[in-house]
């Protein structure tokens, strides 16, 4: 009996899903009838702001994992200098365009040296050729050996962080320039435009990997490396250059969400920045499958909503947000040890 | 020049390597008894005591990663857990340190069991993430009982023998830390050389065909978890009582780079020996805390290097660090200790080849001689 709703829960993940929503729908219909009026008004505005910040904070999440999920789908890598790229891009694009006097404590400036939009694109492409460095030079040579790779990989980021370190300073004491100025109030919340705007990118990014992946003839050849490497190199793909790229990509997309997520949260680029973007990249693919784009973007509302959550109903215990999410997903994994969407690229259409 | 390097390779390696390994390890556990008579400044002391108690950590590292294959990314767990308690035993209840440390090492070993449960579902790179994140999860957890443990301050804890002076004290530390390495060093290798060693490598060879051939596949890797535990919590619990007290920070107990510390030097000296981490550790840490800062001071009192590298001393330091390590793993895969084990057997074969060589010499040469006489008699 037993094993055969283990089967179950085990070939469709839908089920966990619905269990968890009629789990949380019949808690919160006992608690509705048990209330006073005064409490289920409250409980409803924050139950609006829990919507309205979970969804944007899922969003940066997923243009935050999209890279670490891609590069391992096609390649298998388990990248940890994702987050030193997160950090080099936000670095990159604040030294881009804003000049700043050591020291000096800079809250809202105009863009002193380049455009916005240029800074971002050339912060993403010089992000973008230091991944296809780092996979020339670190990452190929040692490929398939999960832990010479990590090792090889988090060393990178500390070399990124100690090279930030001397050149910009220990302290955060400046801050990536805004994008779009001003709020707009959705639903009694005032929501910045940056917010949304990073939001929005990950959504473009998400529609945009999946039709390249589906359609395009490279992002068909990169799903054939990801099925079977071998074979597709007797079919005369260029595995390596190919990986190359797609560590440029997965690079490229770390840049974009550190620009977004450092500027719309108003936060400073400082240089042990990286640790929590990586950690947090782990929860959510982990959450949902390595190497499995849906469940990647899956894994991110999760854990954004369940971030916004605990901050929202427990402002007391702000402080064990991380373990919430840390916690979510060891919980999952003890039920599904490959995550809820546990398939690679090659499987899904 | 490239021969006479090769020559004097060779004859070290065949004075010198050719003791037996077990003799080997004495004679260097008996220099390092005796070091201490040499009167070595503090500072060199406290290094050679961390550099112990880094080897037990990567040794028990070693035991669990490289015979199970239960890829561990959070090893600083065991070791933090395990100061966290031996501080708060004496912190609160003002227990003796010999009550202390071990009770801190058993509840080490009861949390790498519980930890070892859930891991036994997962596997591979699952694996490795899920265990890297438990001691963030702690981190926070000791971040939000900040009445208890004090937040990002430091517990600080007695030493051993507080009446002693300074320089005793160090001294102490450095012979109890010595007596553990060697202690755990010699338990860690019996056991990796034992049956269960040989269980454990077939499990991580191939999980499937050992369960096939009728062995406890969960028990073996619960026993795993629990003496590597064991062994990173009593080296956690030594360091506390060593002048730093447990605190949470990047670069000590509980973070992430102690746990990768652990993993460097268990890949730079060979993942699945045990005596291979041990050497690593002296290597590394010495040339962590002390050699690369020596020679940064020598390149600049020779104005090789510009002085205002001093300032960041400690980035460069980092850079080269990292760098070493990086180039390491790409150009050297497979450690010293396995290094030096391949070039002693070579060495051996090419002995017997030798010898085998001679013996066909002698034979050739007697039977041709035998032929020269029976033709001359003839």
Same mark, same amino acid.
């Given at each position: 009996?037993?094993?055969?709703?283990?089967?179950?829960?085990?070939?469709?993940?839908?089920?966990?899903?619905?269990?968890?929503?009629?789990?949380?729908?019949?808690?919160?219909?006992?608690?509705?009838?048990?209330?006073?009026?005064?409490?289920?008004?409250?409980?409803?505005?924050?139950i609006?702001?829990?919507?309205?910040f979970?969804?944007?904070?899922?969003g940066?999440?997923?243009?935050?994992?999209?890279?670490?999920?891609?590069?391992?789908?096609?390649?298998?890598?388990?990248?940890?200098?994702?987050?030193a790229?997160?950090?080099?891009?936000?670095?990159?694009?604040?030294?881009?365009?804003?000049?700043?006097?050591?020291?000096?404590?800079?809250?809202?400036?105009?863009?002193?040296?380049l455009?916005?939009? !240029?800074?971002?694109?050339? $912060?993403?492409? /010089? +992000?973008a050729?230091? *991944?296809?460095? =780092?996979?020339?030079?670190v990452?190929?040579?040692?490929?398939?050996?999960?832990?010479?790779?990590?090792?090889?990989?988090?060393?990178?980021?500390?070399i990124?962080?100690?090279?930030?370190?001397?050149?910009f300073?220990?302290?955060?004491?400046?801050?990536?320039a805004?994008?779009?100025?001003?709020?707009?109030?959705?639903?009694?919340?005032?929501?910045?435009?940056?917010?949304?705007?990073?939001?929005?990118?990950?959504?473009?990014?998400?529609?945009?990997?999946?039709?390249?992946?589906?359609?395009?003839?490279?992002?068909?050849?990169?799903r054939?490396?990801?099925?079977?490497?071998?074979?597709?190199?007797?079919?005369?793909i260029?595995?390596?250059?190919?990986?190359? !790229?797609?560590?440029?990509i $997965?690079a490229s /997309? +770390?840049?974009?969400? *550190?620009?977004? =997520?450092?500027?719309?949260?108003?936060?400073?680029?400082?240089?042990?920045?990286?640790?929590?973007?990586?950690?947090?990249?782990?929860?959510?693919?982990?959450?949902?499958?390595?190497?499995?784009?849906?469940g990647?973007?899956?894994?991110?509302?999760?854990?954004?909503?369940?971030?916004?959550?605990?901050?929202?109903?427990?402002?007391?215990?702000?402080?064990?947000?991380?373990?919430?999410?840390?916690?979510?997903m060891?919980?999952?994994l003890?039920?599904?040890?490959?995550?809820?969407?546990?398939?690679?690229?090659?499987?899904?259409? | 020049?490239?021969?006479?390097?090769?020559?004097?390779?060779?004859?070290?390696?065949?004075?010198?390597?050719?003791?037996?390994?077990?003799?080997?390890?004495?004679?260097?556990?008996?220099?390092?008894?005796?070091?201490?008579?040499?009167?070595?400044?503090?500072?060199?002391?406290?290094?050679?005591?961390?550099?112990?108690?880094?080897?037990?950590?990567?040794?028990?590292?070693?035991?669990?990663?490289?015979?199970t294959?239960?890829?561990?990314?959070?090893?600083?767990?065991?070791?933090?857990?395990?100061?966290?308690?031996?501080?708060?035993?004496?912190?609160?209840?003002?227990?003796?340190?010999?009550?202390?440390?071990?009770?801190?090492a058993?509840?080490?070993?009861?949390?790498a069991?519980?930890?070892?449960?859930?891991?036994?579902?997962?596997?591979?790179?699952?694996?490795?993430?899920?265990?890297?994140?438990?001691?963030?999860?702690?981190?926070?957890?000791?971040?939000?009982?900040?009445?208890?443990?004090?937040g990002?301050?430091?517990?600080?804890?007695?030493?051993?023998f507080p009446?002693?002076?300074?320089?005793?004290?160090?001294?102490?530390?450095?012979?109890?830390?010595?007596?553990?390495?060697?202690?755990?060093?010699?338990?860690?290798?019996?056991?990796?050389?034992?049956?269960?060693g040989?269980?454990?490598?077939?499990?991580?060879?191939?999980?499937?065909?050992?369960?096939?051939?009728?062995?406890?596949?969960t028990?073996?890797?619960l026993?795993?978890?629990a003496?590597?535990?064991?062994?990173?919590?009593?080296?956690?619990?030594?360091?506390?009582?060593?002048?730093?007290?447990?605190?949470?920070?990047?670069?000590?107990?509980?973070?992430?780079?102690?746990?990768?510390?652990?993993?460097?030097?268990?890949?730079?000296?060979?993942?699945?020996?045990?005596?291979?981490?041990?050497?690593?550790?002296?290597?590394?840490?010495?040339?962590?805390?002390?050699?690369?800062g020596?020679?940064?001071?020598?390149?600049?009192?020779?104005?090789?290097?510009?002085?205002?590298?001093?300032?960041i001393e400690?980035?460069?330091?980092?850079?080269?660090?990292?760098?070493?390590?990086?180039?390491?793993?790409?150009?050297?895969?497979?450690?010293?200790?396995?290094f030096?084990?391949?070039?002693?057997?070579?060495?051996?074969?090419?002995?017997?080849?030798?010898?085998?060589?001679?013996?066909?010499?002698?034979?050739?040469?007697?039977?041709?001689?035998?032929?020269?006489?029976?033709?001359?008699?003839?």
């Amino acid at each position: 009996m037993t094993q055969r709703i283990r089967k179950k829960l085990a070939t469709r993940p839908v089920i966990i899903l619905i269990v968890a929503i009629v789990a949380i729908l019949a808690a919160a219909s006992t608690w509705w009838y048990y209330s006073t009026p005064a409490d289920r008004a409250l409980a409803l505005t924050k139950i609006r702001s829990i919507t309205i910040f979970g969804l944007l904070a899922g969003g940066a999440y997923a243009l935050l994992a999209l890279g670490f999920t891609l590069i391992y789908g096609v390649s298998e890598v388990v990248n940890m200098a994702h987050g030193a790229l997160y950090m080099l891009g936000a670095y990159v694009f604040f030294a881009l365009t804003v000049s700043f006097a050591p020291g000096e404590m800079l809250v809202r400036f105009e863009p002193v040296l380049l455009d916005l939009r !240029l800074a971002l694109i050339l $912060a993403v492409i /010089l +992000a973008a050729i230091m *991944g296809a460095i =780092i996979y020339r030079l670190v990452i190929h040579p040692i490929m398939g050996d999960l832990l010479a790779t990590l090792v090889a990989t988090i060393g990178i980021g500390i070399i990124f962080q100690e090279i930030m370190l001397i050149q910009f300073g220990a302290h955060g004491t400046r801050r990536v320039a805004a994008f779009v100025p001003g709020s707009i109030t959705i639903l009694g919340e005032s929501v910045e435009w940056n917010t949304i705007l990073s939001f929005a990118l990950s959504l473009v990014f998400f529609i945009g990997l999946w039709i390249f992946l589906s359609k395009a003839k490279i992002g068909k050849a990169m799903r054939a490396i990801a099925q079977d490497r071998e074979v597709a190199m007797l079919m005369g793909i260029n595995t390596e250059r190919l990986c190359m !790229l797609t560590m440029a990509i $997965a690079a490229s /997309l +770390a840049a974009v969400a *550190g620009i977004m =997520i450092t500027s719309a949260r108003h936060a400073y680029a400082y240089p042990y920045m990286w640790y929590a973007p990586l950690y947090m990249s782990f929860a959510i693919v982990i959450l949902g499958g390595l190497g499995s784009i849906k469940g990647t973007f899956m894994g991110a509302f999760i854990i954004g909503y369940a971030e916004i959550a605990v901050t929202f109903m427990a402002p007391e215990v702000v402080f064990l947000k991380d373990a919430v999410a840390l916690g979510i997903m060891v919980l999952v994994l003890l039920i599904r040890p490959k995550g809820i969407f546990g398939k690679r690229i090659e499987m899904e259409e | 020049m490239a021969t006479y390097f090769r020559r004097v390779y060779l004859s070290f390696a065949e004075h010198v390597l050719d003791v037996p390994p077990r003799l080997l390890a004495s004679m260097i556990f008996l220099i390092l008894l005796a070091y201490p008579i040499t009167k070595p400044p503090l500072t060199i002391l406290y290094v050679l005591s961390v550099a112990n108690i880094m080897a037990i950590f990567a040794a028990s590292w070693d035991l669990l990663v490289g015979r199970t294959g239960q890829m561990n990314l959070g090893h600083a767990l065991f070791f933090g857990t395990a100061a966290y308690a031996t501080a708060l035993f004496c912190k609160f209840f003002n227990l003796q340190l010999w009550v202390t440390i071990p009770l801190g090492a058993l509840i080490g070993v009861s949390v790498a069991l519980i930890i070892g449960f859930p891991c036994l579902r997962v596997k591979g790179p699952y694996l490795a993430l899920v265990t890297l994140t438990f001691p963030l999860i702690l981190i926070s957890v000791v971040k939000y009982f900040r009445e208890i443990t004090g937040g990002e301050e430091p517990i600080i804890n007695p030493r051993f023998f507080p009446g002693l002076p300074m320089y005793g004290k160090q001294l102490a530390d450095y012979y109890l830390t010595l007596a553990l390495l060697f202690v755990s060093g010699v338990i860690l290798y019996k056991i990796a050389n034992s049956r269960m060693g040989i269980v454990m490598v077939s499990i991580l060879d191939n999980e499937l065909a050992s369960k096939a051939c009728g062995i406890n596949v969960t028990k073996y890797k619960l026993l795993a978890f629990a003496i590597s535990g064991l062994f990173g919590s009593l080296a956690g619990a030594f360091m506390t009582h060593m002048g730093s007290g447990a605190s949470v920070n990047y670069n000590t107990y509980l973070g992430v780079a102690l746990s990768f510390q652990a993993i460097i030097i268990a890949i730079f000296g060979g993942v699945g020996t045990i005596y291979g981490p041990i050497a690593a550790a002296y290597i590394l840490v010495i040339l962590d805390m002390y050699g690369l800062g020596k020679i940064f001071g020598w390149f600049a009192s020779n104005n090789l290097i510009p002085a205002s590298i001093i300032q960041i001393e400690s980035s460069m330091h980092w850079i080269m660090y990292t760098l070493v390590i990086i180039i390491l793993i790409i150009k050297w895969p497979r450690g010293i200790g396995r290094f030096t084990t391949d070039k002693l057997k070579d060495l051996q074969e090419a002995r017997e080849l030798e010898e085998r060589g001679k013996h066909i010499w002698k034979t050739y040469k007697r039977k041709k001689e035998e032929s020269e006489h029976a033709s001359t008699r003839s």
